[in-house]
Every structure is written in C-alpha cells, then in structure tokens.
C-alpha cells in the first residue's frame, strides 16, 4: 500500500511554543487526512485535504498539502497542554479498502 | 461521543481463555474495521467489512476471528491468546468503503485495552 513518513516521532515542547509535524509520501496523493489522539484516548479526525497547495485553519492548527500533493505538515502555533497527544497523517491507498496511516507524532507540552 | 461504541473497554484474560471484544456503530455506516494498536506498531488494520462481508484480511493470526452479524455491529473473537496480543483494539466505521476522490472520515470507538496474562 502507500506508505507515508511521519516526522518527528516525539516533540518535546514548552507551552508557548509552535509545533510542527510533516507527513510525507514518495508518490503523488489523492488526499489526506490527520488525526488527533489524546494519551489514553482514540483517534479523532481533524481535517481531510484534497486540493493541491491546499491550506486549511482551525483556530492556532495550520494544515497544508504540498503543491505536488506528496507531502504535508500540521502546525500548532503557540502550543497550549490541550495540544498534548498523538498526531496522525492518514493517506487513501491505491489499492486495498483502509486508511494508510503514519506512525504519528507525540507532542508533550510542559507548562 | 463519536457514535461508536465498544466494549468492554478493560479486559484482562489468560492464555486459555476466550472472550469476545463488541463494536457498535450508530451512525448508519457500511463499512467498519478493526484495529490493533501497540507501543511498538501503532494502528495496524486487522479486519475490513463492507456491509457484513469481510473484504480485508492483513494476514492476522487466526486465534483472532471477526464476526460481523449486520452493517452495525462487529465482533472480534479471542482464544488462546499470546502476551504480545496485548494492546488496544480499536474499531473504526466509515459511511461507505474508502473512497480514493472523496471524503472518508473514519470514526474510531474508544477502544478496548487487552492485557493477556
């Protein structure tokens, strides 16, 4: 199936500060989603994007698609202790009837 | 909260023993799915079903067996469990099969945590 790379695995921040997490894929994508999960929760869906060079705001959330729709990154500005989870990028494959999903990304946020 | 519930949410069971992990979905969803999330491997799919007939199967052991009676609810049968089983398994619904131009929210249940002694 089509595997995407999710980085970093682990970021450490303090509250305050911004958060990145890219998602990245070696062949073009039809779209992609991204997921939040809370420690001792379950993945919840944010956001899915679709069009190429496509950004997308949810209050202090950033989401971009790359231009050639490969790669994409969630940006948390000014990250709060309500940001503390695991981060998901989820790809459509070409084939095969599930969700490709990244290893994800956990963010710990230190007041 | 999400429309898919699951339960038992703790279950803590021997090598020798079988149980059963229940998923129900009420939100009118055609396809549901499991998966198994671990420390080492997060969010790996076991099972996909699209209006009760399995359509994937990622080469799972066969001491786990789903069962899908209706599009709402699903089932995922446990005997003779290894200690590496243990993990949290999520279901997961979507409206239709996945859709590779359009809109594919999957709704995940709160999970169930496994521990197998």
């Known amino acids: 199936g089509q595997q995407v790379m999710q980085i970093p695995q682990y970021q450490h921040v303090q509250e305050g500060e911004d958060f990145t997490t890219y998602c990245n894929s070696s062949?073009?994508?039809?779209?992609i989603q991204w997921y939040k999960q809370r420690p001792g929760g379950h993945p919840v869906f944010l956001i899915q994007?679709?069009?190429?060079?496509e950004v997308k705001k949810q209050k202090r959330l950033t989401f971009q698609f790359g231009e050639a729709k490969k790669n994409s990154s969630l940006h948390i500005t000014a990250t709060q202790t309500t940001d503390v989870g695991t981060y998901f990028c989820a790809v459509t494959p070409n084939s095969g009837y599930a969700l490709n999903f990244g290893k994800g990304t956990s963010l710990l946020v230190t007041p | 909260e999400t429309g898919v519930t699951q339960t038992p949410r703790h279950l803590v069971m021997g090598m020798t023993n079988k149980k059963s992990l229940k998923c129900e979905q009420h939100?009118?969803?055609?396809?549901m799915y499991w998966y198994k999330q671990s420390a080492k491997k997060p969010l790996e799919l076991m099972f996909v079903y699209s209006l009760e007939e399995r359509v994937e199967n990622n080469s799972v052991p066969s001491r786990f067996s789903p069962e899908c009676p209706n599009s709402s609810h699903l089932f995922l049968h446990l005997h003779t469990l290894q200690p590496e089983d243990s993990a949290l398994y999520l279901c997961?619904?979507?409206?239709?099969?996945?859709?590779?131009?359009?809109?594919?929210?999957?709704?995940f249940g709160p999970g169930t945590r496994l521990t197998v002694l």
């Open positions: 062949t073009t994508l039809s779209n």
């Open positions: 939100l009118g969803h055609n396809a």
């Open positions: 997961a619904s979507t409206q239709r099969l996945l859709d590779r131009e359009g809109y594919n929210e999957q709704f």
């Open positions: 994007l679709v069009k190429s060079g």
